[in-house]
């Protein structure tokens, strides 16, 4: 953006707007499919429901704290990670104090739009759908929701921001970029608001402003009409029971028979074999059950699957062949940082899969606890896993970018050996602490790593991964400087370089090994 600014003043405006308009449009779609996602569990699975709507009640109290409880439980996440992007728009355009206050307000009143159209749609689809069912299909929708914005994105082709020879054709780029959004996006009249702080003409703010804050308002009010006239055939419906694939009564060999369906946990069943005795074996076994059982968890399997190759295809799709010196530094950079996106890609898994895999366990804990076994070999159980598809996921995603970036084995070997360090680092802190802060009373999984544990455990794997990237930076542009000059390291070099690739490893060492430690007197404390 700066780059742009200094070649023209107009490019630098006309980007922020649309990239603005461009980012809360993506918001916006995110916060409606979890407005839906969220509205199903709250509003139809909640085992309060029975009691709330026996109590003399009203029926819009009921559905005024439901919307609430969705609205807060829907948009936090988003807002937590999507402010720091605005915060910067506002230091690199040296906005007025103003611009901070407003800002708050205008999210505020944006996130009540996508996720009372959630709620909205929610009701009418559950009226004539089972709810248990309609969750499994708003996943496969959501799939598809992200498949499409990723569509609209990769047509905009962002990589070309990055290429010089794309900066002589500025003029034509501003004609096209100039081009009128449509009035009616909530997201064009949330950019609008904000427009002005940023230079971009004088505009109306409070006019998009109070536009905004009506329409979320007529959502709430259109969703309590739906929810008078249908809410009540819609929870009669979510009290009807779901297809079970297979129960706990059922064979073995039956079991074993949709383990097979599964390759992956067949690899990890493989393995424990090889490496554990009896206890670990039974104990692998019913962790790989209950994934399998819940349709919450391995349901999301396309989803990742897409995020993977969404990604690599974005690694594939740079322009880093420039043929200069520049543009060789350019691309080890960028095959050093992408070590740390593929750290952040295993955190955001782990948080999801990983960090509830106690809690998993849910009431039935107990047995966990009579069973003639210590909680260590529970806790590193699951750890171990847990830690092979991390392991697996890892050298997938660094061997198969490294390879599209063109690299030289070197890089190859930091990229792959640091995401080992990370898989298994990532692995015990996101199974230590969900074992430290365990929820077995959660009605939903989404509870636990949503929860501001949940964040706690984000907070410290960001920490790792910067800390680990940082340590690595020394080293690694020591290796990059003594490849470009063609001279050999010095032995004080060596050790320099060795030393801090021994900082590394503890430091992932001490991630794995404390909040494991921490876990394990946590469970033996429950």
Same mark, same amino acid.
């Given at each position: 953006?700066?780059?742009?600014?200094?070649?023209?003043?107009?490019?630098?405006?006309?980007?922020?707007?649309?990239?603005?308009?461009?980012?809360?449009?993506?918001?916006?779609?995110?916060?409606?499919?979890?407005?839906?996602?969220?509205?199903?569990?709250?509003?139809?699975?909640?085992?309060?429901?029975?009691?709330?709507?026996?109590?003399?009640?009203?029926?819009?109290?009921?559905?005024?704290?439901?919307?609430?409880?969705?609205?807060?439980?829907?948009?936090?996440?988003?807002?937590?990670?999507?402010?720091?992007?605005?915060?910067?728009?506002?230091?690199?355009?040296?906005?007025?104090?103003?611009?901070?206050?407003?800002?708050?307000?205008?999210?505020?009143?944006?996130?009540?739009?996508?996720?009372?159209?959630?709620?909205?749609?929610?009701?009418?689809?559950?009226?004539?759908?089972?709810?248990?069912?309609?969750?499994?299909?708003?996943?496969?929708?959501?799939?598809?929701?992200?498949?499409?914005?990723?569509?609209?994105?990769?047509?905009?082709?962002?990589?070309?921001?990055?290429?010089?020879?794309?900066?002589?054709?500025?003029?034509?780029?501003?004609?096209?970029?100039?081009?009128?959004?449509?009035?009616?996006?909530?997201?064009?009249?949330?950019?609008?608001?904000?427009?002005?702080?940023?230079?971009?003409?004088?505009? $109306?703010?409070?006019?998009?402003?109070?536009?905004?804050?009506?329409?979320?308002?007529?959502?709430?009010?259109?969703?309590?009409?739906?929810?008078?006239?249908?809410?009540?055939?819609?929870?009669?419906?979510?009290?009807?029971?779901?297809?079970?694939?297979?129960?706990?009564?059922?064979?073995?060999?039956?079991?074993?028979?949709?383990?097979?369906?599964?390759?992956?946990?067949?690899?990890?069943?493989?393995?424990?074999?090889? %490496?554990?005795?009896?206890?670990?074996?039974?104990?692998?076994?019913?962790?790989?059950?209950?994934?399998?059982?819940?349709?919450?968890?391995?349901?999301?399997?396309?989803?990742?699957? $897409?995020?993977?190759?969404?990604?690599?295809?974005?690694?594939?799709?740079?322009?880093?062949?420039?043929?200069?010196?520049?543009?060789?530094?350019?691309?080890?950079?960028?095959?050093?940082?992408?070590?740390?996106?593929?750290?952040?890609?295993?955190?955001?898994?782990?948080?999801?899969?990983?960090?509830?895999?106690?809690?998993?366990?849910?009431?039935?804990?107990?047995?966990?606890?009579?069973?003639?076994?210590?909680?260590?070999?529970?806790?590193?159980?699951?750890?171990?896993?847990?830690?092979?598809? %991390?392991?697996?996921?890892?050298?997938?995603?660094?061997?198969?970018? $490294?390879?599209?970036?063109?690299?030289?084995?070197?890089?190859?070997?930091?990229?792959?050996?640091?995401?080992?360090?990370?898989?298994?680092?990532?692995?015990?802190?996101?199974?230590?602490?969900?074992?430290?802060?365990?929820?077995?009373?959660?009605?939903?999984?989404?509870?636990?790593?949503?929860?501001?544990?949940?964040?706690?455990?984000?907070?410290?794997?960001?920490?790792?991964?910067?800390?680990?990237?940082?340590?690595?930076?020394?080293?690694?542009?020591?290796?990059?400087?003594?490849?470009?000059?063609?001279?050999?390291?010095?032995?004080?070099?060596?050790?320099?370089?060795?030393?801090?690739?021994?900082?590394?490893?503890?430091?992932?060492?001490?991630?794995?090994?404390?909040?494991?430690?921490?876990?394990?007197?946590?469970?033996?404390?429950?």
């Amino acid at each position: 953006m700066s780059r742009l600014q200094s070649l023209s003043p107009d490019a630098g405006r006309i980007l922020t707007l649309k990239g603005l308009s461009l980012f809360i449009l993506i918001s916006f779609f995110i916060l409606m499919f979890s407005g839906i996602i969220t509205a199903i569990s709250r509003f139809y699975l909640s085992q309060e429901l029975p009691m709330l709507l026996s109590f003399p009640v009203s029926r819009g109290k009921i559905y005024a704290a439901k919307w609430i409880e969705t609205l807060i439980s829907a948009s936090w996440m988003v807002l937590l990670f999507g402010i720091p992007v605005f915060f910067a728009f506002g230091l690199q355009f040296l906005v007025n104090a103003w611009y901070y206050p407003w800002l708050l307000f205008i999210l505020a009143v944006f996130v009540t739009i996508p996720v009372g159209i959630g709620i909205w749609l929610t009701i009418l689809i559950m009226s004539v759908l089972p709810a248990r069912r309609g969750k499994s299909l708003f996943v496969f929708l959501g799939f598809l929701i992200f498949a499409l914005l990723y569509m609209l994105v990769r047509f905009m082709r962002p990589e070309r921001l990055i290429n010089p020879e794309w900066f002589a054709n500025l003029t034509m780029f501003l004609a096209g970029m100039q081009a009128p959004a449509s009035p009616f996006l909530p997201s064009m009249w949330a950019a609008e608001a904000l427009g002005p702080f940023f230079h971009t003409g004088e505009g $109306t703010p409070v006019f998009y402003a109070v536009l905004l804050a009506s329409t979320g308002a007529a959502m709430m009010v259109f969703g309590y009409w739906t929810f008078e006239a249908l809410y009540a055939a819609g929870w009669l419906k979510a009290q009807e029971g779901k297809k079970v694939f297979f129960t706990l009564s059922e064979t073995s060999v039956q079991n074993r028979r949709w383990l097979s369906i599964f390759g992956i946990c067949r690899i990890i069943r493989f393995l424990i074999y090889k %490496m554990s005795g009896k206890v670990r074996r039974g104990l692998s076994e019913k962790d790989i059950l209950l994934f399998i059982r819940d349709e919450g968890q391995w349901s999301q399997i396309p989803l990742l699957v $897409t995020l993977i190759v969404i990604y690599l295809f974005s690694i594939k799709a740079l322009p880093l062949e420039w043929g200069t010196l520049v543009g060789l530094g350019i691309k080890y950079m960028v095959a050093f940082l992408n070590i740390g996106l593929v750290g952040v890609v295993m955190a955001s898994i782990a948080v999801r899969f990983l960090y509830p895999s106690v809690s998993l366990e849910g009431r039935a804990f107990w047995l966990i606890r009579t069973a003639p076994i210590s909680i260590r070999t529970f806790l590193w159980n699951k750890f171990l896993v847990n830690f092979i598809p %991390m392991l697996f996921l890892t050298l997938l995603l660094t061997g198969i970018s $490294t390879f599209f970036l063109h690299v030289k084995t070197w890089m190859v070997m930091i990229s792959m050996g640091t995401g080992v360090l990370l898989a298994a680092s990532i692995t015990g802190l996101s199974v230590g602490m969900g074992a430290a802060y365990p929820n077995f009373e959660a009605e939903n999984l989404s509870q636990v790593s949503t929860g501001l544990r949940g964040t706690y455990y984000m907070l410290l794997a960001l920490l790792l991964i910067l800390s680990t990237i940082a340590l690595e930076s020394v080293p690694t542009i020591g290796i990059f400087l003594g490849e470009v000059s063609k001279e050999t390291l010095l032995t004080r070099a060596k050790v320099v370089i060795g030393l801090f690739f021994a900082a590394v490893l503890l430091l992932n060492m001490l991630f794995l090994y404390l909040p494991m430690r921490i876990g394990e007197r946590r469970l033996e404390g429950e």
